[in-house]
């Protein structure tokens, strides 16, 4: 019991930062021969291109942290506390948690 907790406290933590860096070795793999062949001529190209990788970006983190908040709550709401566990699940919550705050608080602010 111990040992799941511990490790759905270290996902929970670890998952936003393994996505981004997945989405953009993810990006750099695909995208390259765009990147090298776009020309001056094409700026509008290369805006899109740009939006569309970061609308890539963020739609993945933003799944990667709800993801990481539910395993977060999964290892604080097993039964048998550990000091070590809660640390972790508490670390989880909060990379998890502010994004996805700061986003909504951006979703609102923009809606007005």
């Excluded at 270290?10 to 695909?30: D, K, R, T």
Aim: some cysteine; glycine content about 8%; hydrophobic content about 60%.
């Amino acid at each position: 019991m111990f040992r799941s907790r511990l490790i759905f406290a270290l996902l929970s933590a670890i998952l936003p930062f393994a996505a981004v860096v997945g989405v953009l070795g993810y990006q750099f793999l695909v995208n390259a021969d765009f990147w090298k062949t776009v020309t001056p001529d094409e700026p509008m190209a290369s805006v899109f291109m740009g939006l569309w990788e970061l609308t890539q970006l963020l739609t993945v983190t933003a799944i990667a942290c709800l993801v990481g908040l539910v395993l977060a709550g999964f290892s604080l709401s097993l039964s048998g506390r550990k000091r070590i566990v809660s640390v972790f699940a508490y670390v989880g919550l909060l990379v998890n948690g502010l994004p996805l705050l700061l986003g909504l608080g951006v979703l609102v602010a923009a809606s007005r």
